[in-house]
């Protein structure tokens, strides 16, 4: 099973871009074509080969959100339109499932992460100041422990080889450029990571964190939720049957892949090719959160 790690539509429509994952074209005025490849990104940076099957994964798993959480929040707007390939592809096998039209919006520059337990970087900014991106946390709280309060620890959204940079509410503001459209994404970013949790939990997953992205619709000046959603590349995914206070958990996510490069001393390396085992057993992570959350065999 070979990965796709670049998607070509032999002109029938024009490439907008390539990003660490998806490929962009520009189906018309309105709407946008999301291309989800195999292509894998630690540290922000793109491995040379890539995972097969992940972007149907990605992309398959990010429609079922949209399906749950439009039901959950009825004010929420996705840019999502439909999975239909444009009629101007007249072969598209290999883009069946990873691929949907999405409406063209502004994109906002942000990534609105939202933080529910202490791991990762949060762990390491507490053990060291006692505080989570600036926010005051009780003291005395052990590694992976659930925080009181989900938190909105905004970051910058940098392109392909760059790093995000952690940011703080009025630089996001900044950003963002419009105050309401900045309370809209933080309140809508709790409010998608909450209801989000409540079915994952019921499903035996819990989510650490994970991060949204969202645009702007000119014409009626709404927020929308853009972009994948809560998917292991996006998210950390942990076994709610496995959870243990005080350590780090087992994710059915990338992070099993960020330990390795890590181990391997391969940590923002460039060109690096990941062996066939780590290849496969990232794999096996993203197909059973898949499992767990759509409620359905990988297949």
Request: charged residues 25%.
């Amino acid at each position: 099973m070979a990965a796709l790690t670049s998607s070509s539509l032999h002109d029938a429509l024009p490439l907008i871009a390539r990003g660490k994952v998806r490929d962009l074209y520009k189906v018309d005025d309105q709407k946008i074509l999301f291309v989800a490849t195999d292509r894998i990104s630690a540290f922000d940076i793109v491995l040379s080969n890539g995972i097969p099957d992940k972007g149907r994964i990605l992309t398959l798993l990010t429609k079922h959100w949209f399906n749950v959480l439009t039901a959950a929040i009825p004010d929420l707007q996705t840019h999502f339109i439909t999975m239909d390939l444009p009629p101007e592809i007249i072969d598209g096998a290999e883009l069946k499932g990873r691929s949907m039209q999405v409406r063209q919006l502004k994109v906002f520059p942000v990534e609105a992460i939202v933080r529910g337990f202490l791991t990762g970087s949060a762990w390491s900014q507490y053990k060291e100041h006692g505080t989570v991106h600036g926010f005051s946390i009780p003291a005395g709280l052990r590694e992976s422990e659930q925080l009181p309060e989900p938190l909105f620890t905004p970051s910058t959204k940098a392109p392909p080889g760059e790093h995000d940079v952690n940011i703080n509410y009025s630089e996001f503001e900044a950003l963002v450029g419009n105050k309401q459209h900045a309370a809209r994404i933080r309140e809508l970013s709790l409010q998608l990571y909450r209801a989000a949790q409540i079915y994952a939990a019921e499903r035996g997953i819990i989510i650490a964190d994970t991060k949204f992205e969202f645009g702007l619709d000119k014409k009626t000046d709404e927020v929308v939720l853009i972009d994948e959603v809560l998917t292991p590349d996006s998210s950390r995914f942990w076994d709610k049957s496995d959870y243990q206070v005080g350590r780090a958990q087992q994710s059915l996510d990338k992070q099993y892949l960020r330990d390795y490069l890590a181990q391997e001393g391969l940590k923002n390396k460039e060109g690096v090719e990941i062996p066939k085992h780590v290849v496969e057993n990232t794999r096996l992570q993203y197909k059973k959160a898949y499992e767990r959350l759509v409620g359905k065999k990988w297949e």
